[in-house]
C-alpha cells in the first residue's frame, strides 16, 4: 500500500511539473514529451502495484458489512466494493496493454477506463458521506462534554478539541476531498488543467501516505 500510494504521489508530481513547464514556455518540447511519458508509465506502475487488492477490498467489504452503525455499515461496505471493482478494471486495462488479454481494441480499454473512473468517483463520494458523517458525530461528544464540564463550548474551542481529538479523520477529509476532482475530471463532471489535477493528486497521494506511517507506527 506504501509503494502504491509512493508512486501514486510521484506520477502526480511529475504530471504538476510538465504542466508548469508546459505554461511556463521556456522548457524543449520534448523534455515535456518525456514527463508526460514518464507519468503515463507511472500509471501503469501504480496499476500494477495494485494487483491483487481487490480481494483484499472484498474481505474487508464482509468485515464491514457487520458494522452496527448503518451508515458506517453501507458507507464502508459499498465505497470498499466499487473500490474493489475499480481496481479489477485497472487491472484488466493493465493486462490488456501487457498482451496478457485479447486485445478488444480502443473501445474495450476506453470502456474500462471510463467505469474505472465512474467506481472511483463512487467510491470517493461514498467516503465523503462517511467521513462528514464520522466529523458531526465528533462535534456531538465534544460539545456534550463542554456542557457537562459547563464550559461555554464555543466553534472555535469546538473544531480545536475534535482536531485534537482525532486528527487523522480530519487528514482523511481533507485527502478525499483533494482525491474527488481526479475522477471528476475523469468522467467530465468538471474541467479542471493538468496542473490542478497534479496538485491534487500529489495532496491526497501525501496524506494518505502520511496516515498510512502513523498506522504503521502505532501497530509496531
Known amino acids: ?79 470498499r466494493i466499487s473500490q474493489a471493482l475499480q481496481l479489477l478494471c485497472d487491472n484488466l486495462y493493465l493486462f490488456s496493454r501487457l498482451g496478457l ?15 474505472s473512473s465512474k467506481l472511483w468517483l463512487y467510491c470517493d463520494l461514498l467516503n465523503l458521506l462517511r467521513l462528514c458523517y464520522e466529523l458531526r458525530k465528533e462535534f456531538c461528544v465534544v460539545r456534550e462534554r463542554h456542557e457537562m464540564d459547563e464550559r461555554s463550548g464555543c466553534a472555535v474551542s469546538t473544531c480545536r478539541d475534535v482536531v485534537s481529538r482525532r486528527p487523522e479523520l480530519i487528514s482523511s477529509l481533507v485527502a478525499v476531498v483533494a482525491d474527488v476532482w481526479l475522477p471528476l475530471n475523469s468522467c467530465g463532471v468538471v474541467d479542471v488543467s493538468p496542473g490542478v489535477v497534479g496538485m491534487c493528486g500529489m495532496l491526497s497521494s501525501l496524506l494518505s501516505a502520511r496516515d498510512l506511517w502513523r498506522k504503521c507506527q502505532k501497530e509496531y
Open 1 to 79: 500500500a506504501v509503494v502504491s500510494t509512493q508512486s501514486t504521489g510521484v506520477q502526480y508530481s511529475v504530471q504538476l511539473l510538465w504542466w508548469y513547464l508546459e505554461r511556463k514556455g521556456t522548457t524543449a518540447a520534448d523534455r515535456i514529451r518525456s514527463l508526460q511519458e514518464l507519468q503515463a508509465n507511472l500509471s501503469l506502475a501504480r496499476k500494477y502495484f495494485s494487483l491483487g487488492k481487490s480481494v483484499v477490498q472484498l474481505r474487508s467489504a464482509a468485515v464491514s458489512i457487520h458494522l452496527n452503525d448503518p451508515v458506517l455499515r453501507y458507507t464502508l461496505t459499498l465505497s
Open 101 to 115: 488479454l485479447p486485445r478488444g481494441g480502443d473501445d474495450y480499454t476506453t470502456t474500462l477506463s471510463s467505469t
